[in-house]
């Protein structure tokens, strides 16, 4: 008879024992198919990661601790698993998120994450966000775009401290820029990571940041800009995709649609749809279909 094995990733190696187990997997075109995306949102804040075990079965899985809250990642767990786990954390809510597949015989939603179309966006050939650019090109008069260096770190801590002032309360509860900061600590000197900072007269008033994905494309991890402007979120976007098609890339994956200003970018994207499914609940929730969706 099999047994379950739970080994818990501790988060200061945790980026090398995720890349090496999901390196060991068939390949998933999700933004949290990835060490940095996993090690930044899911080691920390009440949250962590754990490789289980059972005979044949290898499943990486999340623990909420808040809630006592247990999901499978990337893979459909078998019956036997199910009942392993449950007796082991006894979490009173496990579900399944980012499956490839749909599930055999559970109710299921779906999310659709996109990788958008660099050079049509560096081009300007949307109508729409040629007029937007140009408009914050006459409207923000002296803002500049400079590649990302180590050197910016402080400049972004600091924008990132007067992005919070500029929010209110109720949005500031689901902005979570600690991860930023954490993502920023662990990461800000890998020679892998890509990005820009916004400047006016030396003031960071947006940044953004990408990481390699394991099949050697990108990931859009964070972009932000400082409210105040005629469109900066479209003249990052832009000077971004100038930089990255110029490092000779065509897409980035910027995950799921979380916004509406994602909208803009949409033509010609790459859509990747990811099942999530619900196992075990012992707790009532105010929206079951939104806190299943919700991994962070």
């Known amino acids: ?21 999901l390196s060991s997997r068939s390949y998933l075109p999700y933004f949290f198919f990835s060490p940095y995306v996993l090690n930044t949102f899911l080691t920390r804040s009440l949250k962590s990661l754990y490789i289980a075990e ?7 899985l999340v623990n909420k601790e808040k809630l006592n809250d247990i999901r499978f990642l990337f893979d459909h767990p078998s019956t036997e698993m199910i009942a392993a786990v449950k007796q082991y954390f006894k979490p009173v809510y496990m579900a399944a998120n980012q499956t490839s597949t749909i599930p055999a015989d559970k109710p299921y939603i779906s999310d659709i994450e996109y990788e958008i179309q660099l050079q049509s966006i560096a081009d300007l050939t949307n109508k729409s966000i040629r007029k937007k650019y140009n408009q914050a090109i006459r409207k923000n008069i002296g803002l500049t775009y400079e590649i990302y260096k180590p050197e910016h770190i402080e400049g972004i801590k600091a924008f990132i401290e007067k992005w919070n002032t500029t929010r209110s309360e109720e949005f500031n509860k689901y902005a979570r820029t600690q991860n930023d900061l ?21 003031k960071v008033v947006g940044y953004t940041l990408c990481v390699p994905a394991l099949n050697g494309k990108l990931l859009a991890m964070f972009n932000k800009v400082l409210r105040g402007y005629t469109e900066l979120g479209v003249f990052l976007y ?17 995950g799921s649609i979380n916004n509406d200003f994602k909208t803009h970018f949409l033509e010609n994207a790459v859509s990747h749809i990811a099942y999530n499914y619900m196992i075990h609940k ?4 105010i929206n079951d279909e939104r806190y299943l969706q919700m991994l962070i």
């Open 1 to 21: 008879m099999s047994e379950l094995t739970i080994t818990k990733i501790p988060p200061e190696n945790a980026h090398q024992i995720l890349e090496e187990f």
């Open 238 to 254: 832009v000077e971004r995709a100038r930089q990255l098609t110029a490092l000779g890339f065509s897409e980035v994956n910027i």
């Open 182 to 202: 954490y993502f920023l600590e662990q990461y800000q000197n890998d020679p892998k990571l890509i990005g820009g900072v916004v400047l006016d007269k030396g």
């Open 54 to 60: 059972f005979g044949a079965e290898n499943i990486l």
């Open 282 to 285: 012992e707790v009532e929730l």
